[in-house]
């Protein structure tokens, strides 16, 4: 084969020098757009590749992105990149279905991988796996799905290496709640781990051009926080508003692949002025929760105000007409959640309906309305339209 004339130096930032000479199996780049994560990774998988190829062995490479369909134009386009970079182009036959990029003279050969298409990549059998590449690795759904993979892959490793190689880059998301978030910072320090972090400003190569730069700095004025989780790869959060509205998403009917399997009603009182309102949640199969129904209560302006018999007596009707509709039948009630000020309704319920309410477990305001935003970031907090399933208690 011919000698690739790569000079590294000249390719690689600095700032990514850990990451191109650890031997650590497991490699965590996070970081802003643009800051050279896929770049150094693709060429990091070459050249990995490569010391195989030099002595004629056949060395095999996987990359994975959640969904298949975005395989062509990015990781397989990022790869063919990396191989002309090490002149390598030629002695590469690439196909499309299934996306591969093979060595001609050893066989060894890139594969790539939706996560969607979880057979094909449970049931293959490839071996002299050298590197396994997650990109973009905050649009899987959890850590567990690398878990199922990776025990895979381990198992097909190169008899000449000492272990395969797992790279993951993805920008990190938003909510510092967000699972892979969560992961990451864990991760940091552990052994065997390296986690990198990133932005455009270790570039110290120029690959950033003048006009990226003006475009970088335009958003750095307009809107700061969107400069340091787009571009300095920040958790930023998710602004100031408390929840952002649009991210509830409303729900006409329960979805075929799905089921309620709990349920949770969480009660929130008022005896003068303020309202009591019950909520009934539904925990779905795949982990959605949805706002199924409410009751709700408003003694504000009534000479004759509900006493704690009167509300008691209407939730108890609320929540067994919840569970006698068809779709909840055999959903369990969880938990019952209260207002952990409200004593008088609690104890009411308990000398009517022998069943205990749960004061709230009240942490920090910020922590109780993170869990809210987690939810909400996951795309998992729905609710349901209230139509013809809403009951009218009284
Ligand atoms: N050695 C190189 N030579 C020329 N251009 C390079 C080189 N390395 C990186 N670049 C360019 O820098 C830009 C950013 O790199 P890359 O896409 O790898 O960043 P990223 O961190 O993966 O960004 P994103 O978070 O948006 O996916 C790309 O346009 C890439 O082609
Ligand atoms: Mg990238």
């Given at each position: 084969m011919?000698?690739?004339?790569?000079?590294?130096?000249?390719?690689?930032?600095p700032h990514f020098k850990p990451v191109w000479t650890t031997k650590t199996s497991y490699n965590v780049l996070r970081g802003g757009r643009n800051s050279?994560?896929?770049?150094?990774?693709?060429?990091?998988?070459?050249?990995l590749m490569l010391q195989y190829l030099s002595k004629g062995e056949k060395a095999n490479l996987v990359v994975i992105r959640k969904v298949a369909s975005t395989i062509r134009d990015s990781v397989y386009l990022k790869m063919q990149w990396a191989l002309e970079k090490f002149d390598l182009q030629g002695e590469f036959q690439s196909?499309?279905?299934?996306f591969k990029l093979m060595h001609k003279p050893t066989g060894s050969t890139i594969y790539f991988y939706g996560q969607d298409d979880f057979q094909k990549l449970k049931s293959n059998d490839i071996g002299n796996i050298v590197a396994v590449w997650y990109e973009e690795a905050a649009e899987f759904n959890s850590a567990e799905e690398f878990d199922q993979t990776n025990t895979t892959f381990m198992r097909q490793k190169h008899p000449l290496a000492d272990t395969v190689r797992f790279f993951w880059s993805y920008n990190p998301p938003r909510n510092p709640y967000s699972w892979i978030n969560e992961w990451s910072d864990k991760l940091v320090g552990e052994d065997g781990w390296l986690v990198h972090d990133s932005s455009y400003k270790d570039d110290e190569l120029g690959f950033v051009t003048e006009q990226m730069l003006q475009d970088?700095?335009?958003i750095k004025r307009n809107d700061f926080d969107y400069y340091r989780y787009l571009y300095l790869g920040e958790p930023v959060g998710l602004g100031t508003n408390v929840y952002n509205m649009s991210l509830f998403k409303p729900?006409?009917?329960?979805p075929d692949d799905d089921r309620?399997?709990?349920?949770?009603?969480?009660m929130d009182t008022g005896h003068s002025v303020s309202a009591t309102s019950c909520g009934c949640y539904g925990l779905t199969a795949k982990g959605k929760v949805i706002r199924l129904n409410g009751y709700y209560y408003s003694p504000a302006?009534?000479?004759?105000k509900k006493a704690p018999s009167e509300l008691s007596k209407d939730i108890n009707t609320f929540i067994k007409k919840m569970s006698a509709l068809t779709p909840y039948k055999g959903a369990r009630i969880q938990k019952r959640t209260i207002d952990?000020?409200?004593a008088a309704l609690r104890n009411q319920y308990l000398k009517d309906f022998g069943q205990h309410w749960i004061p709230v477990n009240k942490l920090k305001k910020v922590d109780m309305v993170d869990y809210v935003h987690d939810l909400l970031a996951q795309g998992r907090l729905l609710s349901q339209k209230p139509v013809s399933n809403r009951i009218a208690v009284l």
């Amino acid at each position: 084969m011919t000698k690739p004339t790569i000079d590294i130096q000249q390719e690689v930032n600095p700032h990514f020098k850990p990451v191109w000479t650890t031997k650590t199996s497991y490699n965590v780049l996070r970081g802003g757009r643009n800051s050279f994560k896929s770049s150094v990774i693709a060429m990091l998988l070459v050249y990995l590749m490569l010391q195989y190829l030099s002595k004629g062995e056949k060395a095999n490479l996987v990359v994975i992105r959640k969904v298949a369909s975005t395989i062509r134009d990015s990781v397989y386009l990022k790869m063919q990149w990396a191989l002309e970079k090490f002149d390598l182009q030629g002695e590469f036959q690439s196909t499309v279905a299934p996306f591969k990029l093979m060595h001609k003279p050893t066989g060894s050969t890139i594969y790539f991988y939706g996560q969607d298409d979880f057979q094909k990549l449970k049931s293959n059998d490839i071996g002299n796996i050298v590197a396994v590449w997650y990109e973009e690795a905050a649009e899987f759904n959890s850590a567990e799905e690398f878990d199922q993979t990776n025990t895979t892959f381990m198992r097909q490793k190169h008899p000449l290496a000492d272990t395969v190689r797992f790279f993951w880059s993805y920008n990190p998301p938003r909510n510092p709640y967000s699972w892979i978030n969560e992961w990451s910072d864990k991760l940091v320090g552990e052994d065997g781990w390296l986690v990198h972090d990133s932005s455009y400003k270790d570039d110290e190569l120029g690959f950033v051009t003048e006009q990226m730069l003006q475009d970088i700095d335009r958003i750095k004025r307009n809107d700061f926080d969107y400069y340091r989780y787009l571009y300095l790869g920040e958790p930023v959060g998710l602004g100031t508003n408390v929840y952002n509205m649009s991210l509830f998403k409303p729900l006409d009917q329960l979805p075929d692949d799905d089921r309620v399997i709990s349920l949770y009603y969480s009660m929130d009182t008022g005896h003068s002025v303020s309202a009591t309102s019950c909520g009934c949640y539904g925990l779905t199969a795949k982990g959605k929760v949805i706002r199924l129904n409410g009751y709700y209560y408003s003694p504000a302006g009534r000479v004759n105000k509900k006493a704690p018999s009167e509300l008691s007596k209407d939730i108890n009707t609320f929540i067994k007409k919840m569970s006698a509709l068809t779709p909840y039948k055999g959903a369990r009630i969880q938990k019952r959640t209260i207002d952990s000020a409200e004593a008088a309704l609690r104890n009411q319920y308990l000398k009517d309906f022998g069943q205990h309410w749960i004061p709230v477990n009240k942490l920090k305001k910020v922590d109780m309305v993170d869990y809210v935003h987690d939810l909400l970031a996951q795309g998992r907090l729905l609710s349901q339209k209230p139509v013809s399933n809403r009951i009218a208690v009284l």
